[in-house]
C-alpha cells in the first residue's frame, strides 16, 4: 500500500486542522494506520493510530488525548487526524504508515512501513 500525507498548514494556536493519509493501490483493511510527529532536533513521536483490523479502536499519545481524533472513511481508504486547539508544541511534519503488529507494537514507529510524504504543520503563538 502507498500512502500520501496531506492538509498540513500554518495556523494560529488554538485553531484547528484536519490532515488526510490516503491509500493507494488497497485498503487499510487488517492494517493499523498510525500518525507520527518529527519536529526539528527530535525524535519522531506516537501521535495516533486507528486499528481497523480491531473494529477501528483508537488510541492516542498523552500529550494530544482530547485535542486530536483519527478517524477513516467508510470506505477504508483514507485516515483523517482532526487536531484542534493546536499549540505551538504541535509544530512538527506528520506522517503516516501502517502496520500489523499487535497492540503493544503499535506507538514504535519501527513496526511501520509504507511511509508517505509528510505534511507540515506549523502552529504559531
Known amino acids: 500500500v502507498q500512502l500520501q500525507a496531506s492538509g498540513g498548514g500554518s495556523v494560529q494556536a488554538g485553531d484547528s486542522l484536519r490532515i488526510s493519509c490516503a491509500a493507494s493501490g488497497r485498503t487499510f483493511n487488517q492494517y493499523t494506520v498510525g500518525w507520527f510527529r518529527q519536529a526539528p532536533g527530535n525524535e519522531r513521536e506516537f501521535v495516533s493510530a486507528?486499528?481497523?483490523?480491531?473494529?477501528?479502536?483508537?488510541y492516542y499519545a498523552g500529550s494530544v488525548k482530547g485535542r486530536f481524533t483519527i478517524f477513516g472513511d467508510n470506505a477504508k481508504t483514507t485516515t483523517y487526524l482532526q487536531m484542534n486547539s493546536l499549540k505551538p508544541e504541535d509544530t512538527a511534519v506528520y506522517s503516516c504508515a501502517v502496520t500489523r503488529a499487535p497492540l503493544s507494537g503499535i506507538y514504535d514507529h519501527n513496526n511501520y512501513y509504507s511511509w508517505g510524504q509528510g505534511t507540515q504543520v506549523t502552529v504559531s503563538s
Open positions: 486507528i486499528r481497523f483490523g480491531s473494529g477501528g479502536r483508537t
